[in-house]
């Protein structure tokens, strides 16, 4: 999870504390999917190459990607928070004379608070795909798994992250077919040799 974007947030909260708006309330959404559309691209980016710019034969062309397959898509929309009451439960732990309203440095604590409140909420929530949970595992492999050792070690995985509290996409801890959609969802980055699986490499 990245760190919260500061800038919009200020942008949306000074409308508040400079009484352009009366009121503001937040709807943390979590969109957890399968497949990312940039899987393409992402893997190079983040071994230095530079983000592929957007352009208008890029957009033509991806829209073939509206036929292709990209698995299970969640929604999950969280407790809002409202601006005037989350304020008022911040300055209870703040010292006397926190005014957000009128002092700058006031204001910047509470856009930091409520940053990382927004995207704390967003990870309590996050599911773990199939896809993450066999990638994980690949990777860990990068000379090659046999596909029944493969399974142990999703099911190995997702059983730990499960008592950890983490929520996984499926119901229940991972099994075979956990194993099938990881796989066929990253197909193009897979490559088998006879029973061994292992990771395409990324080149810069």
Do not use: C
């Amino acid at each position: 999870m990245l760190s919260p974007k500061f800038g919009i947030l200020k942008i949306m909260t000074d409308t508040f504390f400079d009484k352009k708006v009366e009121e503001i309330t937040f709807v943390p959404v979590n969109i957890n999917y399968t497949r990312t559309l940039e899987d393409s691209s992402f893997p190079g980016e983040l071994t230095g190459n530079p983000k592929v710019k957007e352009s208008l034969s890029r957009i033509f062309n991806a829209l073939e990607t509206l036929s292709m397959n990209f698995g299970s898509l969640y929604l999950d929309f969280h407790d809002p928070i409202n601006i005037t009451e989350d304020l008022r439960s911040v300055a209870e732990t703040r010292p006397k004379g926190f005014d957000p309203f009128n002092k700058k440095a006031d204001r910047m604590f509470y856009l930091n608070e409520l940053g990382n409140k927004l995207i704390f909420s967003l990870q309590k929530r996050t599911m773990i795909m199939p896809t993450t949970l066999v990638a994980t595992i690949l990777l860990l492999y990068r000379k090659g798994i046999s596909e029944a050792t493969l399974l142990k070690q999703v099911n190995w995985l997702g059983m730990a992250l499960v008592q950890r509290g983490a929520l996984l996409s499926d119901s229940g801890l991972p099994d075979e077919t956990t194993l099938r959609l990881g796989l066929r969802q990253l197909n193009d980055h897979v490559i088998k040799k006879r029973d061994v699986l292992m990771p395409k490499e990324v080149h810069g």
